[in-house]
Each structure stands twice: as structure tokens, then as C-alpha cells.
């Protein structure tokens, strides 16, 4: 068989071991975890992965993280970095990359990525419906509202929320 042919049948049937695992039921998180690792995903230790996540590119997930259903992260070759007890609720996007728009003589699809690597820090928690764009960077013990667009980088103990996202409190007590 030509080359091309057997490159084409190996990825379809990735996909297709791909698809299985991510469609097992959430009470099975234990097998998505597995074949996570063995296709070398860095993934902690007591993570929590539930039903259709979809992982491309480079990311890693410190212990105990867990995401919910329907998120989508792509870090590309950047790469996305989450860290330690992080909390992602469900249908969250994160990626690593755009498309290139700044030559108005060529078609935005023909256009390069741009790519720069997501961190997302030790006990953050990302509300339901958010996207998180290249580049930025979540503090620690930053919490993300639901259905904000990250565009900026949010410090450490923030509460972010909106689009596009912009600090609305803290997660820090003044002592009187």
C-alpha cells in the first residue's frame, strides 16, 4: 500500500480509539485517564476527565484537576499548562493558537497560526462556557465566571468575568 494510504488509515482509526474513550461514561474516567497516559499526555495523579473532552496538541494537567463534560483544549505546539486542583466546568474551550489576520492580501485561512502557550495556575476554577484564548496566564486561586472570554491575563485570587473579561473582585479578604 502507498505511504499516504496507510498514514490515512492509522489516523482514522486514532480517531476512531480516540472517540471511544472520550465517549465512556463519566464513571469510567479511569480508562479515559489511561489511554490519556499511555498516548503520552502528562496528566497528574486523581484527575478527573469526564465525557467528550477532546485534547490536541501539548497540554498537561497537575493532580487533581478535573473537567467537565464537553470542553474542548487544543494547545497546538505551544502548549497549555494546567496546573494542580484546577476545576473546569462543562462546555469550556482553551486554545494556544489563532489565525494570523495581519496580511490584508492574503485570506485569513491561508494565513499562519499564531501561537503562544496557556497557564493555567494551581486552584483555579473556570465557570461553564468559558473560552480562554493563547497567551494568558490564570493565577492562583483565580475564579473565571461563566461564559467570560479570557483575552488578557488574570492575577492570582481575581474573580474574572465578562467579555471580554475583566476583573470584578478578589478572592482576597481585607483584615481590618
Known amino acids: 500500500m502507498p505511504r499516504k ?17 472520550a465517549s465512556l461514561p463519566n464513571s469510567l474516567s479511569v480508562l479515559r485517564l489511561w489511554y490519556l497516559r499511555c498516548a503520552g499526555m502528562k496528566v497528574g495523579a486523581k484527575c478527573s476527565i469526564a465525557r467528550n473532552v477532546y485534547f ?9 484537576t478535573a473537567i467537565a463534560n464537553n470542553c474542548f483544549l487544543n494547545g497546538a505546539q ?3 499548562k494546567i496546573g494542580r486542583k484546577v476545576m473546569i466546568a462543562p462546555n469550556c474551550v482553551i486554545v494556544a493558537f489563532a489565525h494570523g489576520n495581519d496580511d ?22 473556570i465557570g461553564a462556557n468559558c473560552t480562554i ?6 493565577g492562583r486561586g483565580a475564579v473565571i ?5 479570557v483575552t488578557k491575563d ?17 478572592r482576597l479578604k481585607s483584615v481590618c
Request: charged share 20%.
Open 5 to 21: 494510504v496507510l498514514v490515512f488509515l492509522f489516523r482514522g482509526v486514532t480517531g476512531m480509539i480516540e472517540t471511544f474513550f
Open 56 to 64: 490536541l496538541g501539548r497540554v498537561e494537567l497537575g493532580d487533581g
Open 78 to 80: 505551544a502548549g497549555i
Open 104 to 125: 490584508l492580501s492574503v485570506p485569513m485561512i491561508d494565513q499562519p497560526w499564531v501561537e503562544a502557550e496557556v497557564i493555567i495556575e494551581d486552584d483555579v476554577w
Open 133 to 138: 484564548l493563547k497567551g494568558i496566564r490564570v
Open 145 to 149: 465566571g461563566a461564559n467570560a472570554v
Open 154 to 170: 488574570v492575577e492570582s485570587f481575581a474573580i474574572a468575568g465578562g467579555v471580554p473579561a475583566r476583573k470584578i473582585g478578589t
